[in-house]
């Protein structure tokens, strides 16, 4: 007969799960607006001159991007809270790790996002700004956008490290198809693995491209969201402590 206290462990669990699932299939809608259909729309390879023209031309669409990633950041924290509740019972230590890298990503990730704010302000024609011809203005925009590309990546390896561990946690539990936990594992790794590599080479950039890192996790996170949702966590006669 299970006790009272462990029942109400293994319902909060079933219900952080079902938060996971939640979590991961809202959290993609914001991700994909913001980073692929605004920053696709405005940002122009090698012309300084028209990304800052399409920065003016959609003012409104680029705030809207900045809300879509703090929206994402907010979801994050959640997401990563309920993984913390659903797989600590496996290996405290390790859940608490990836707990932590997991803040990391969302507070460098909301840093990131701070430099959107920043190019609306170069390219205000604010007074204080008169001194600067507009090819500098444009110049000083368009590394401020370069910018946060490379803040974001620095959030994505940290989120492949957090998604790497709570996946290799999924894999170690048994509540989810191994299959699945073990697509998690590569998946998370390679995005790991490809933002590290592009940090110390960014020739690689023709090579590695976000498609390659960012459509398994993609598919992973994807699956995740629908399994957890459809289905209710089957905790294996707690077989894990309580703590």
Known sequence: MTKPGVQEFENQQRRAAKTVGIAYLMALGPALFSE??????????????Q??????LHERLVRLGVISNLVDCAIDIILITAL???????QRQLALLALGWG??????????????????SILSNA???R??????LQTMARLSISAHAATYGVGLFFAGLRSTAFCYLWLRSGLIPKVLAGWGIFASALMCISIALLMVMPELGRIISVAIYGSPIFIFELAMGLLLLVRPLQLPNTRFAVS
């Open 127 to 129: 007074g204080y700004l």
């Open 51 to 56: 990304t800052a023209a399409n920065v003016l």
């Open 36 to 49: 692929f259909y605004v920053r696709g729309l405005l940002v122009v390879p090698g012309d300084a001159a």
């Open 131 to 136: 001194a600067f011809a507009p090819p500098q």
């Open 103 to 120: 803040l990391v990503e969302t507070g460098v990730l909301i840093a990131a996002t701070v430099n959107d704010f920043e190019v609306l």
């Open 84 to 90: 913390y509740i659903v797989l600590k019972p496996v």
